[in-house]
């Protein structure tokens, strides 16, 4: 064997031994990218005009998420990718035509990014929102809700929903400076990010706010 040989067997044998040694390393790559191949899926669906489309492509980030949470069960981003086909899926059809079950994979999706990443900001955001919009009976909480969309608040500063829901819950309260400053940065951060899916609600908000401020 002359010494090409052997150099080039020893860094075959080499490469081998780690692929052997250490798969999980390998699985959380590949689980990385498909999760973040997902969440590409949601945004593109979230953007699309037509229903089909959007529709086309939360099953495609569903389907891309669930191989990443078979890759690496650890992966906070996997199953928070999982949610968001999952939830945009059901946004899709109006939140009417969804099953009890899926309601449960959603939120059994999302419970699970938090518990392995408890500052997973896009997961408290997505959780936050949940808790005040779900009436108590069914296990809503606004107030702990709210206190995770201010966490979110002041660990994200270009978060946008979460200050549009805090406003809301600001004005119906009557604190109103807070939630016009919190509805006009909001409007601002989706209008700077080119955020075509949430500026619709963004200026919805702070067209309410303003005329609900303006009449008192």
């Known amino acids: 064997m002359t010494m090409t040989h052997r150099m080039l067997y020893i860094l075959f044998a080499s490469m081998l031994l780690s692929w052997l040694i250490i798969p999980g390393v390998w699985a959380e790559e590949s689980s990385q990218v498909l999760a973040q191949q997902s969440m590409d899926e949601?945004?593109?669906?979230?953007?699309?005009k037509d229903e089909s489309v959007r529709v086309a492509h939360f099953e495609r980030g569903r389907e891309l998420a669930e191989k990443a949470v078979?890759?690496?069960?650890?992966s906070a981003d996997a199953h928070?990718?999982?949610?968001?086909?999952?939830?945009?899926?059901?946004?899709?059809?109006g939140e009417v035509m969804f099953s009890v079950f899926e309601y449960g994979r959603?939120?059994?999706?999302?419970?699970?990014?938090?518990?392995?990443n408890p500052h997973h900001v896009d997961a408290l955001s997505s959780k936050g929102t949940i808790l005040i919009e779900v009436p108590g009976l069914f296990g809503g909480d606004a107030e702990?809700?709210?206190?995770?969309?201010?966490?979110?608040i002041?660990?994200?500063?270009?978060?946008?929903?979460a200050r549009m829901?805090?406003?809301?819950?600001?004005v119906e309260r009557g604190e109103d400076q807070e939630a016009f400053d919190l509805a006009k940065k909001a409007?601002?951060?989706?209008?700077?990010?080119?955020r075509d899916d949430l500026l619709p609600e963004a200026e919805k908000t702070f067209s309410e706010i303003q005329t609900k401020l303006a009449s008192k």
Do not use: Y
Not at 187 to 194: I, P
């Open 42 to 48: 949601c945004q593109k669906g979230r953007r699309a």
């Open 187 to 194: 409007l601002e951060l989706a209008r700077a990010a080119n």
């Open 106 to 116: 959603m939120m059994e999706a999302l419970d699970k990014t938090l518990l392995l």
């Open 70 to 74: 078979v890759l690496d069960e650890h």
């Open 154 to 161: 002041q660990k994200d500063p270009q978060s946008i929903n």
């Open 144 to 152: 702990k809700g709210e206190a995770m969309l201010r966490e979110v």
């Open 80 to 93: 928070f990718a999982l949610f968001c086909s999952i939830g945009e899926r059901m946004r899709a059809n």
């Open 165 to 170: 829901v805090v406003a809301r819950l600001c």
